[in-house]
């Protein structure tokens, strides 16, 4: 599938995004291991997600749905999981076959997890680093998928320092902590999204956090929980971009997840001069929501603050779009992480925007991009969901249409994209 986006129009009116993929993730791993049934809406029918849902199929767990958004989950408890009677294909899902590596290595049985062509490029060592000091034994292909992970090793406890932040890394330590002996601590050199913490907590499992040390203790128990999954912040920064660079627009975006691990694509596009208003604020479930008003504005080129760069890791493709956008030259850094996403995002973006006529200069750990007038062209996406919606919210100004090749991955986290786009005012089409 393609998406043949014409250039111009605006946004307007009320949209909610689907729900929050992490969390999502979380509730399904949690609820799994949890005494009673789970109950959760607003949950992502996306592909990663869904790939969350049968791998926990596939080892005995009950879950009815998702439809509309709800699905409930039979849970198994702590040591209740089943061997799967195959190889469980996580699909793209980076945090699920990351996440999913903790908990798998304290199980009695023998398991193995792998992906599509994307997921088995993408590196493990990261956590199978950590896990191998709790005493796992996982094989890997060079640190890449497939992961085979031996069953009946007794976790020992670690205190982990993080080199690089990544809250896939310390939820997948903090997930085997919950079957290890003793308090499993983890230090990260940076804050990173902490759905993780907050969702333990909600299915009553003691984390405690302090100066910069998030640590459990082994042995304990889950209890269900009921949740309302608030809409993913990752994909309303696709409309704050679209309504930000389109002339004329005015957009809600309801009931979005505000966590401030999370809020960092808030903080940088206002840096640069975006018009966004936060209303009606409240919390639900223990996570920050509130809807967004965004209207638009002229950004103005910024160099990217390096402490908000794990807040917005996952928004920077659309970020480069804003900085395309914007007056004068926008300056990232510190950015490693992006090279080991489901593309290397920041080659991946640069191309695109070289298609289309953007200055910008390649770094190790970022890129610069100055700002200017975007011709039409086409541009590949790395079988990459967010440099597909990216590259489409472009067209909104660009002086010709811009065609997105490969646009099958967007289902893995924004099901419904082109659908909700085209009605808020992008000149969208799906093409097979």
Not at 329 to 340: D, M
Not at 356 to 363: A, D, F, T, Y
């Amino acid at each position: 599938m393609r998406f043949l986006v014409e250039p111009g129009g605006s946004l307007t009116g009320s949209v909610r995004v689907p729900g929050d993929k992490s969390m999502s993730h979380r509730t399904v791993m949690l609820g799994a291991l949890a005494e009673g049934t789970t109950v959760a809406t607003g949950f992502l029918e996306g592909q990663d997600a869904l790939c969350t849902v049968q791998a926990f199929r596939g080892m005995g767990v009950t879950i009815r749905g998702p439809e509309q958004g709800k699905i409930e989950i039979d849970g198994v408890g702590m040591h209740g999981l089943k061997p799967p009677v195959d190889v469980l294909d996580m699909g793209n899902s980076g945090t699920s076959i990351r996440l999913l590596s903790g908990l798998l290595a304290a199980q009695s049985f023998d398991s193995t997890m792998t992906g599509d062509v994307s997921l088995q490029k993408r590196p493990m060592g990261r956590v199978t680093t950590p896990l191998a000091a709790m005493g796992a034994v996982i094989d890997s292909d060079e640190g890449r998928p497939p992961l085979h992970i031996k069953g009946g090793k007794s976790l020992r406890s670690i205190h982990y320092d993080m080199p690089v932040a990544s809250a896939q890394v310390k939820s997948c330590v903090l997930l085997a902590g919950l079957f290890a002996e003793g308090r499993t601590s983890v230090t990260e050199p940076a804050p990173t999204r902490d759905h993780t913490e907050r969702m333990l907590r909600g299915f009553g499992y003691d984390v405690e956090c302090e100066n910069e040390v998030i640590s459990l203790q082994g042995g304990g128990a889950l209890k269900a929980a009921t949740l309302d999954i608030p809409a993913d912040i990752s994909s309303a920064a696709f409309f704050l971009v679209a309504a930000s660079i389109a002339e004329g627009s005015d957009l809600t975006l309801e009931h979005v997840g505000m966590n401030p691990t999370r809020s960092g694509v808030i903080t940088i596009l206002t840096l640069m001069g975006a018009d966004i208003e936060v209303l009606n604020e409240r919390e639900v479930g223990g996570e920050p929501v509130a809807d967004l008003r965004v209207r638009s504005a002229s950004l103005t080129g910024i160099e990217i603050p390096q402490d908000l760069v794990p807040l917005a890791i996952d928004e920077f493709p659309i970020l480069f779009i804003a900085a395309a956008c914007a007056a004068g030259t926008t300056t990232l850094s510190g950015a490693e992480e992006l090279r080991v996403k489901e593309s290397d995002r920041i080659a991946s973006m640069a191309e695109g925007l070289t298609r289309l006529g953007v200055q910008n200069e390649v770094r190790s750990d970022g890129i610069v991009i100055t700002g200017g007038q975007m011709t039409g062209g086409e541009v590949n996406t790395f079988h990459d969901h967010r440099i597909a919606m990216s590259f489409s919210i472009a067209a909104l100004r660009a002086n010709g249409p811009i065609q997105v090749n490969d646009c099958d991955h967007v289902a893995t986290s924004f099901p419904g994209f082109a659908a909700l786009a085209q009605g808020a005012g992008l000149r969208i089409s799906e093409v097979f």
